[in-house]
């Protein structure tokens, strides 16, 4: 539970609102990829508005996620 206390304050002041705003505005996606368990990424994404999630990752399947949208462009 504290780590996701502490997610969720991350969230609220790193001004990641802020700059899911801008790329909303500019009609860009947003998925968050996380190494983190799909409760507290959940919890997160629902505080910042974002619906696309991708949890549980590990350093390769974020890679392999953001190789295939470049190549998407």
């Known amino acids: 539970m504290i780590q996701q206390e502490t997610h ?10 802020e700059m899911l705003d801008t790329f909303r505005k500019r009609n860009l996606p947003i998925t968050i990829l996380s190494g983190d368990g799909r409760e507290q990424v ?3 994404a629902q505080r910042l ?6 949890s549980e990752l590990k350093p ?3 890679l392999a996620f953001l190789t295939d949208a470049a190549e998407q462009g």
């Open 8 to 17: 969720l304050k991350v969230a609220d002041n790193t001004g990641a609102r």
């Open 42 to 44: 959940t919890a997160v």
């Open 49 to 54: 508005g974002v619906t696309d999630i991708q």
């Open 60 to 62: 390769g399947d974020k």
